[in-house]
């Protein structure tokens, strides 16, 4: 009886923890991008909707398969890193205490806690260096265009193109230095990167 009680309840903490890491790691999306924003004098959240803000970090990783492949492996070599100290410790107090060992800190908590401290430094890392070093390229007015917006009214602009989401599109004009916000429904027609002159 008391093991059909403890196996739902583990499967439901697994369960939590995924839902509680989904949550974190949408916290650090939404803060990363007004971080980044926010040097650039932007209120995203003005500018985003629900589904906006619920897949910020997923297209954040999205963006850059090296930015995800860094933090799988770091993943990776927290998990194994801390399973292996926690075996050590483990073998250390049993040999001390003629093999009756203390409680032990959870591993799972130890391992989460870890990963979600790298998570937070990387996303306020990659938010606050991003963002700042935008703001300083766009105070110098030292932007190179990457992209082409054609508007249905048939304007075609280059910009240096700095985010978009599923209704604005935030870029910067030539010799501008400040972020343009266009709408991209009954507005744009195409956007398109520009071919790199190297």
């Given at each position: 009886?008391?093991?059909?009680?403890?196996?739902?309840?583990?499967?439901?903490?697994?369960?939590?923890?995924?839902?509680?890491?989904?949550?974190?790691?949408?916290?650090?999306?939404?803060?990363r991008?007004?971080i980044?924003?926010?040097?650039?004098?932007?209120?995203?959240?003005?500018?985003?909707?629900?589904?906006?803000?619920?897949?910020?970090?997923?297209?954040?990783?999205?963006?850059?398969?090296?930015?995800?492949?860094?933090?799988?492996?770091?993943?990776?070599?927290?998990?194994?890193l801390?399973?292996?100290?926690?075996?050590?410790?483990?073998?250390?107090?049993?040999?001390?205490?003629?093999g009756n060992?203390?409680?032990?800190?959870?591993?799972?908590?130890?391992?989460?806690?870890?990963?979600?401290?790298?998570?937070?430094?990387?996303?306020?890392?990659?938010?606050?260096?991003?963002?700042?070093?935008?703001?300083?390229?766009?105070?110098a007015?030292?932007f190179?265009?990457?992209?082409?917006?054609?508007?249905?009214?048939?304007?075609?602009?280059?910009?240096?193109?700095?985010?978009?989401?599923?209704?604005?599109v935030?870029?910067?004009?030539?010799?501008?230095?400040?972020?343009?916000?266009?709408?991209?429904?009954?507005?744009?027609k195409?956007?398109?990167?520009?071919?790199?002159?190297?």
């Amino acid at each position: 009886m008391k093991k059909e009680i403890e196996n739902p309840s583990n499967e439901s903490s697994i369960q939590d923890y995924l839902s509680m890491g989904y949550l974190y790691l949408l916290a650090l999306g939404i803060f990363r991008e007004v971080i980044y924003y926010g040097f650039l004098d932007v209120n995203i959240l003005s500018y985003s909707d629900v589904m906006d803000v619920l897949l910020s970090p997923l297209v954040f990783l999205s963006k850059d398969l090296k930015v995800s492949g860094m933090l799988i492996v770091f993943g990776v070599l927290i998990y194994f890193l801390s399973k292996y100290t926690h075996k050590k410790k483990q073998k250390e107090t049993t040999e001390s205490l003629d093999g009756n060992p203390p409680p032990q800190p959870d591993f799972i908590k130890g391992t989460i806690l870890l990963m979600g401290l790298g998570f937070l430094a990387f996303f306020f890392g990659t938010g606050i260096g991003s963002g700042f070093k935008y703001a300083k390229k766009l105070k110098a007015g030292e932007f190179e265009n990457t992209h082409q917006i054609i508007f249905l009214d048939k304007e075609e602009v280059n910009v240096k193109m700095i985010g978009s989401n599923s209704q604005f599109v935030f870029y910067v004009l030539e010799n501008d230095k400040q972020v343009s916000i266009s709408p991209i429904q009954g507005n744009v027609k195409k956007i398109q990167r520009l071919e790199s002159e190297d």
